[in-house]
């Protein structure tokens, strides 16, 4: 006994022949053939193009990611220190205050001059 697909199938195929009539249903048919193999075609190239465009990704040069380095942090007598020898002034043996002391005077008679 018939379902209700096939009684809907079966409808259709009816409807179809008594809209378009027995003549035009070789032509629908190959319409819809024309169209199917349209399809596969498209459906092929967009395959072939996105399998060319993943070979290409693979084959590109991998750039690697390199996180900046971090800044390296000063300790005020780490600055200090550098600017006394920057300046050439002696620090062995000195005090915080003494060398302060010094880079001022030093700077007062580059700045003089």
């Known amino acids: 006994m018939l379902e209700g697909w096939e009684w809907i199938i079966i409808g259709v195929v009816a409807i179809v022949i008594i809209m378009w009539g027995p003549a035009k249903i070789p032509e629908f048919a190959k319409a819809l053939g024309r169209a199917k193999g349209e399809f596969s075609k498209a459906q092929k190239e967009f ?3 996105a399998l060319t465009t993943a070979a290409t990704t693979n084959n590109a040069a991998v750039v690697e990611f390199r996180p900046a380095p971090a800044p390296v942090i ?3 007598d780490q600055m200090l220190l550098e600017t006394a020898q920057k300046l050439g002034i002696p620090t062995d043996g000195k005090t915080r205050e003494q ?5 001022s005077d ?3 008679m580059l700045s003089a001059d």
Do not use: F, M
């Open 106 to 108: 030093k700077v007062k």
């Open 74 to 76: 000063k300790t005020n």
């Open 47 to 49: 395959t072939d193009a």
């Open 99 to 103: 060398i302060s002391e010094e880079i």
